[in-house]
């Protein structure tokens, strides 16, 4: 990616607000852009294809490196978007390095769950999908799904460490592809203390990027999210174990999302005239937002997180993703402060309002 800049006679002055996207359901729909959201991505940019007003990407989906996503999003919406404009539900994880840094944790979840857990820091992180195939028999339905064929991949050394080494923590990263193994193997975890096939021990943390029950992805009517997901995980654990499950998620609308898009947000701003691969953080912590807007279609995600994180946060509920309430009407009970048809149009009234 190209530096990011902008013209020496623009530097003084940071703008005083930034915007925070939601993808699915606002910016796309499957990988189809939506809403007019090429050409409002574009007003966001000088005619030299520079960034001019800070914004980012804040979304409860992932499984993937956010260099990836944001080299995706360049291709698909036509405009540069560097990998720290990328904020995903998993993206908090990376605070928790510390506390996990050393520990034998799984990752769950469509794409690259483990690269990204690696990624972010983690020293010792086996996908789901390995882990399974390192205890014969617990999946006594893999027979019948064609589609794995990962077997070979895992050494016989292997699999005896992970057979003898209990998992300190799960961590949910994306949508789990297979949810009969992914709930078998993570109540085995889960009730045993971390080692499958033992007692029962002391439930390990349990941690989900998110808690979206439906999302609007390419079909008509919206899909079953990690929600759903944690839903039956947790009914099925609850209906087998004494002590309730334990566990937190970290995307919208938890308030730590909306913190962390506000810091990458402040670092974006104080360094449009930088290379973002060596941003300011020093300097990311006296930029100060009037308003910082978030434009989503979930009700219940984006607009109740935006809503709880407080001032500087301002919401705007566009209608072509989960609420498709009639023109003119808001979500009765968390309203955005407005409501707009698609995503250009929220991006209109903003630039109408601040410049
Ligand atoms: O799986 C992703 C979905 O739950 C929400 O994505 O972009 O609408 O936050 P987004
Ligand atoms: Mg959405």
Redesign the pocket.
């Known amino acids: 990616f190209s530096t990011i800049s902008l013209p020496s006679s623009q530097q003084a002055e940071p703008p005083s607000f930034g915007i925070a996207f939601?993808?699915?359901?606002?910016v796309l729909r499957g990988s189809t852009p939506i809403g007019g959201a090429t050409k409002a991505l574009r007003r966001l940019y000088d005619d030299y294809g520079v960034l001019k007003i800070p914004f980012i990407f804040l979304?409860?989906?992932g499984g993937v490196r956010e260099s990836k996503r944001a080299a995706e999003l360049s291709e698909f919406l036509g405009v540069k978007i560097s990998p720290l404009q990328v904020v995903q539900?998993h993206s908090p994880f990376k605070q928790m390095v510390n506390r996990f840094e050393n520990e034998l944790i799984v990752a769950v979840g469509k794409g690259e769950p483990a690269t990204v857990m690696s990624e972010y820091g983690f020293k010792n992180v086996i996908s789901i999908d390995e882990y399974a195939l390192c205890f014969d028999n617990i999946d006594p339905l893999a027979p019948y799904k064609k589609w794995s064929t990962m077997e070979a991949a895992v050494s016989s050394t292997k699999k005896s460490i992970i057979n003898s080494a209990r998992v300190q923590a799960a961590f949910v990263v994306s949508?789990s592809v297979d949810w009969s193994r992914d709930v078998q193997v993570l109540c085995d975890i889960l009730r045993t203390g971390g080692l499958p096939g033992s007692e029962e021990g002391p439930q390990p943390p349990l941690f989900f990027a998110?808690d979206?029950l439906k999302?609007q992805g390419a079909f008509s009517s919206e899909r079953f999210?990690?929600g759903a997901f944690r839903i039956a995980l947790e009914s099925i654990f609850n209906s087998i174990h004494t002590k309730a499950l334990t566990y937190a998620s970290v995307g919208?609308p938890n308030p730590v999302a909306f913190k962390n898009a506000e810091v990458v947000l402040k670092q974006l701003a104080s360094s449009l005239h930088h290379d973002l691969t060596t941003v300011d953080h020093a300097n990311s912590r006296s930029h100060d937002f009037q308003k910082l807007y978030m434009i989503g279609?979930?009700p219940l995600?984006?607009i109740k997180g935006a809503r709880q994180a407080g001032h500087p946060w301002f919401p705007i509920l566009t209608r072509t993703?989960v609420f498709k309430g009639d023109p003119h009407s808001n979500h009765a009970e968390f309203p955005a402060n407005l409501v707009v048809d698609t995503v250009e149009d929220a991006v209109n009234f903003i630039l109408r309002n601040e410049l």
């Open positions: 939601d993808i699915d359901g606002v979304t409860n989906g539900g949508d998110h979206d999302y999210g990690m919208k279609d979930n995600v984006d993703g």
